[in-house]
């Protein structure tokens, strides 16, 4: 499901003005390494006279894509030893990735995916899923199916209704969660109805992918809105990205802005290293410092988890600033700690 006028081509993005005629050859070659598209929604927020855009940096290509690093790779958070069947990820005990697409309706330059979304012909076949669902279905250890891709939005509202409705008739599966860039990205497309079919049996929740607050235009307002006014809530998550957000004053005009639209950040991600994504890193050092400047600053309820996804398939951890420092014991034997507050005073503590 695309809109009439995205971009798709590199002379679509020399035609918008977001590109030189000169830089088109170059980019020709990343984008034939790696899917484009941008929405018109997103193409509108771009300033082409600043090339330090923020919204340009997260979706317009870059030479610098096709050069690789040793340390970056085609799955960097390991997908594939985990993979237990077509478009089926079982990673935790408790819950599976169903990936029904491969297809998004922009593609993110730093994407951890970036290997695979974008085939044209990617969506999962009748077979692939109904082997699927059959194995969610035989584990009632499965407690929450995380739609994913790919963007699952992508879908027809008839088809993704069908594959909510497979899911449930399986018992065991009390929990639901979307991971989707469209209600940001693309928000027409949830309409009233579509948030409407998302109340279930079970609890659907909603994670939409938001990286910077100029994304959260009043159109965005509006899908988020008839997301939780239908009854389902929804969770943000954003990706640590230097030249985008890795500055604690715009990570904190974006979830103060997430909380007041009702959606709660959940996830801030350290960048995977997908191949060609060196322009984006910043340090674990330098994402705590920011985590420890919005402690400071920012309501409880608006700050994220700082995790990071370990390469090789081995999970998600937290890994913001601590401000316990154990110092040893105390003479009733009670641990004696340093407790930092979020001015970053020290305090004896014993406990």
């Not at 607050?213 to 809530?233: F, I, M, Q, S």
């Not at 640590?240 to 009702?262: C, I, M, S, W």
């Not at 984006?280 to 309501?299: C, K």
């Amino acid at each position: 499901m695309s809109g009439a006028g995205d971009l798709r081509r590199v002379a679509d993005l020399v035609a918008a003005g977001l590109v030189s005629v000169e830089d088109a050859p170059a980019l020709a070659r990343v984008v034939d390494r790696f899917a484009l598209a941008i929405t018109d929604e997103m193409a509108a927020l771009i300033d082409p006279a600043d090339p330090s855009d923020p919204i340009a940096a997260q979706f317009v290509p870059s030479p610098e894509e096709l050069d690789v690093r040793p340390d970056e790779t085609t799955d960097p958070i390991g997908d594939g030893p985990h993979e237990v069947a077509p478009g089926l990820t079982h990673r935790y005990p408790d819950r599976v990735l169903l990936k029904p697409t491969h297809l998004c309706r922009v593609y993110c330059r730093f994407c951890f995916r970036r290997d695979r979304v974008g085939d044209g012909e990617a969506n999962l076949s009748e077979a692939d899923l109904d082997a699927a669902i059959a194995y969610v279905a035989a584990r009632p250890e499965i407690f929450e199916v995380i739609l994913t891709g790919g963007d699952p939005l992508v879908l027809s509202d008839r088809r993704l209704a069908a594959i909510l409705d497979r899911l449930e008739a399986i018992p065991h599966v009390e929990v639901v969660r979307i991971h989707s860039r469209v209600p940001i990205v693309d928000p027409t497309r949830v309409s009233a109805a579509t948030a409407r079919l998302l109340r279930r049996r079970f609890a659907t929740w909603m994670v939409v992918h938001v990286d910077h607050p100029r994304e959260l235009t009043e159109d965005a307002a509006a899908a988020l809105a008839r997301l939780v006014d239908a009854g389902v809530p929804v969770l943000s998550q954003t990706t640590l990205l230097t030249g985008v957000n890795a500055d604690a004053a715009v990570l904190e005009a974006l979830f103060r802005r997430l909380v007041a639209l009702r959606v709660k950040p959940y996830y801030l991600h350290h960048l995977d290293r997908a191949e060609g994504t060196l322009r984006y890193r910043a340090t674990v050092e330098e994402g705590r410092a920011i985590m420890a400047s919005l402690r400071g600053s920012l309501t409880g309820i608006a700050q994220p988890t700082y995790v990071l996804d370990i390469p090789g398939g081995h999970g998600k951890v937290p890994i913001g600033p601590d401000p316990l420092t154990k110092l040893g014991e105390a003479e009733d034997g009670a641990t004696r700690w340093s407790v930092e507050d979020p001015n970053g005073d020290a305090h004896d503590w014993e406990g």
